[in-house]
Structure formats: C-alpha cells, structure tokens
C-alpha cells in the first residue's frame, strides 16, 4: 500500500452484510481512517433480519452459509464468532422434491446439476426409466457446448435431458437464485460444473471426482455439512460485526441522495434524515455497497454510462413466510430438511424449508418451524397477492403437501422486493464493463451482491475485496 494515497475520511454506503464487512476490513487495514457506514434503514443487516417470537427463532431470508467458499467462516473467526455457530443438524440430511403432488426424495449424491450414484440414480421415482437412461449418458457423452456463455435450461438440457432438467435440476437451482432458469448464466451463476465438463467431460464423473477431493457424504440435494448458521440467527452475526466496529462511525437512517466528485479527487455526499433535514459530507473515498439499482441513481449524475451498465442487472422479487405448527398437526415424518418444487407442477411455491429439523434451537419442544419462498422470476405475479393471501397460499400447500392440519401458531411474512439479483447469459461480460467504467472515477468501488455472487460468502468478500482496493492493497 502507498500510504501517500491512503485516504483519511472513507464512506460506506449500505448497511447490509456486504456494507459491513468492507467498513470491518476498512478499520483492520487502516485503523486511523475515519470510516463511517451510512445505512439508510433503521437497522444493519440489510435482507438479513432474525425475529423472536413465542420461542421461535425465525430468519426473514437466508438462514444459513456455506463453507465451499471460505470468507464467512474467516471474518467469523477474525471477530471471535466462530463458538456461536451451529452445524446443520446430522439427522434427516436430504430434500424433497414434488412430483405430481408427492414428495420424494433427490436420488443420493445428486448435488445441483452433478449426480455421482448411478445406482441411487436408478433407483429413483423421480424421473421415468427413459429419465433415468439419459442422465446416465452423461457418464458416456463429452463435452460439448459451444464456449459461449449458456443458459442453465440450456446446458442441463444438453447434459441430463429434458425431465431431468425439469424435475430436478430446475427446482435444486430455482431454490437459490430464484431465477427464470432460461436466463440464468452458467458461467456467472454455476461456473464449477462448467469447468467440470470441460475438464472431465462428464458431470456423473466430475461429481465423483469432486466428492473424494473435498470428502464429502453422499448426501441427497445438497452437502449439508458444509454449512452453518449461528446459533441465535444471523442477526447476532450482524451485531457482531457491528460491535467490533468505532463508536459513532455507524449511521442509520441516513440516506445518500447525491454524489458529486471534486476537482482534487474527493467525494460530495449528500445526506438527508427522516425528518427531511440534509447535510454535506467530504470523503475521500467510497464503496457503493447497495444494490444496484440504487448505485445506478447516485452515479447517474457523475457516470451516465455505468448507470446504464448498473441498470441492465435486473432482479426478482421474492416472499418469505414463516409458520410454526405443534408437531401433532403435521402428518409428514419430516424426514429431511425441505422441499422444492419444479416450474412443471404449476405449485404457487418455489421451496420449503424445514427450518426446525434443519437446525436446533428453531421452535419451542413439540412444535416445528417451516419456511415458505413464494414469488421468484418465474412466479412475480404471485407477489400481487395481499399478506392474508400470501399466508393463506403458504398454509394451504402445506396441508397439500406435508397434512398440516389447524391454523399455524406462528406466522411471519417478509417480503423481499428486487432484493435478488438475476445473473443473466452474459452477465459476467456486463460486470466487466461495469468494471472499466468504474475504474475511471477515483477512489469509488462497487460492492453487494449484483456481481460476483449470491451468497453471505460471497458478498463478505465483496466487501473486503472493495475495501482492500480502495487502500490500494492486492484482493
């Protein structure tokens, strides 16, 4: 780092986890900067809102992280976390997935688009014996494509055939980008089994290779052993980062209208409270940590053209309602950790997660905790639903599906609106551009989740990755 060019006064806009973890990287790399977080809500965290109620733990959106990718668990263990974290329970590890109304279960070792059990395989009710024959091809069949960015319907179609793609791939994936899977960009979203085809050839061999490397169970889904949550929900992960942040340097409801840059290189903010007052602030530097929407509208003035760029990342918009039952009103075992449910079903869902039997501490003794995802790119119109209806939907599926009997004892709805990002074909070439046009405006980067990935992982390391450049050390 050139300490001549270390700037002194630094803003971080945008209090989410991505927001926070560049202020936390900020105050680690250069303690005697002056950072200050302005967050525009009430509270930090963004998306990321734990509630507690009648002794049940309920997490408004994600609820958990994954260790593939190693940036939560490290800034977890730089700020002493790490003893508050809890492993997905070891019983029940595998998901569901609706076929004509019926819950069945991912073929073992199916892990999104990689199935390594031919015999697990075969042994499935979710796919027809032609179904079955055409993913095992896969084993046989080289790689192909065209080496130019692909859809996921695309590239599980021409790898796993049709049903497969349909019945199980489709709904695996859909459960985390809550994309349009027609859309959805291979190379920015699945970029691993990309890499798997062109260097194995085959995704059966790949996903077989991959389990031994990494040393993982066979697990039906997912790899639920590698990932964790923290104990009292993923708030108290956010108040952890918050508390290792300076006194004052935290701001809520104070919203960024205006950016102006300055003729000696340094940053005009324009800030204004509830109550409608303003106020002038000067930086040095800035990391947009919003979506990027917002991001879009502050640099409108000062870059028209990253605007533009920032604008073509679109996002979908999503529901969240939790319901607690007594367990005696659920016929199913809830032998797993959830359900998801394939565009072909025509079901108004995209998931359930069964949020009690996948972590503990999640609902009082005798009582059990569901998660139900309604909207996504594929089902926006559901949103138009009012809460009672939304509530209603999600309590009439689980009586379809899981016998859930009686009213739920527990409801809690959060609606998440363009909070998910769309990784669209060719959305790795508009960050780039993204990118260069930034690298025009002095010390200002880019960080959240619209560009290199989803996850609380990944968007810790957006926010480091931001921090680091903007003290000018290497990411």
Known sequence: MNSSSLPIRLAVIGGGISGLAAAHRLTELAPAADVTLYEQADQLGGILRTVERDGFLVERSADMFTLRDPWAMELCQRIGFQDQLISTNEQH?????VR??????VPRGWSLLSPTSIRALMGSRLLSLPGRLRVAWDYFKPAGGSG???SLASFARRRLGREAYER?????????FTADPEKLSMAAALPQFLAMEQSVGSLIRGGKRAARTQGHAAAGGARYGQFMAPRKGLSSLVDAIAAQLPAGSVRCQQRVNQLRQNPDGGWQLELSNPAGDTQEVTVEGIILATPASHAADLVQTIAPALAEQLGEITSASAAVISLGYRREQISHP???FGLVVPLV????????????VKF???APDGHVLFRVFIGGACQAALLEQSDDQLIETAVSQLEQLLGAQGEPVLTELARWQGAMPQYHVGHLDRVSAIESSLSGLANLELAGNAYHGVGIPACIHAGESAAERILRFDS
């Open 93 to 97: 590890r595998r998901a569901f997935v």
């Open 100 to 105: 004509d109304g019926r819950l069945l279960p």
């Open 148 to 150: 130019q960015d692909e």
């Open 168 to 176: 199980i791939v489709q709904p695996l994936v859909g459960g985390i």
């Open 334 to 336: 809830l032998d797993g």
């Open 345 to 356: 079903e025509n079901r108004p869902l995209i998931a359930v997660s069964f949020a009690s």
């Open 360 to 362: 503990s501490g999640r």
